[in-house]
């Protein structure tokens, strides 16, 4: 929706100007000037129109958006980083890495078969 208002914008402020041009030829009387040459019989050399002001601070202000967006990726992508870095530290702990722990912060207690109890985290006698 900006980019189609300052594309508007442009147009009317081209239209404005070519207007106030051939207004400007009529009042002085020159009918030759119109068709682009001078009182001498050779051709008038046309200054470039440049784009108007809006055209480039909507390309600066799009670039410094970009610029932004990969300047937030990357800080998530790094934050990201040291939050995997910390998991797998943390997944490196033996209650994670050795079997005989399953499920347990704890190693449990190995009990001669007597005396075994069913444990509510595993669902193992031990």
């Known amino acids: ?3 189609l208002k300052a594309i508007l914008f442009s ?4 239209f404005l100007t070519a207007v ?4 400007q030829d009529s009042r002085s009387g020159n009918s030759e000037a119109i068709f682009g040459e001078n009182a ?3 051709p008038e050399k046309k200054s470039k129109v440049k784009g108007s002001k809006r055209k ?3 390309k600066n202000s799009f670039n410094k958006n ?3 967006k990969v300047e937030e990726t990357e800080k998530r992508l790094k934050k ?3 939050k995997n870095r910390k998991r797998a530290k943390e997944m490196e702990k033996p209650q994670y890495s050795d079997p005989s722990y399953f499920g347990h912060k704890k ?12 444990c509510k985290e595993c669902g193992i006698k031990h």
């Open 56 to 58: 480039s601070s909507a």
């Open 66 to 68: 970009l610029d932004k």
């Open 20 to 23: 106030a041009v051939n207004a």
């Open 107 to 118: 190693k449990p207690k190995k009990r001669p078969p007597g005396k075994q109890k069913f």
């Open 1 to 3: 929706m900006k980019y």
């Open 80 to 82: 990201n980083r040291k």
């Open 40 to 42: 001498s019989g050779e």
């Open 11 to 14: 147009i009317s402020l081209l």
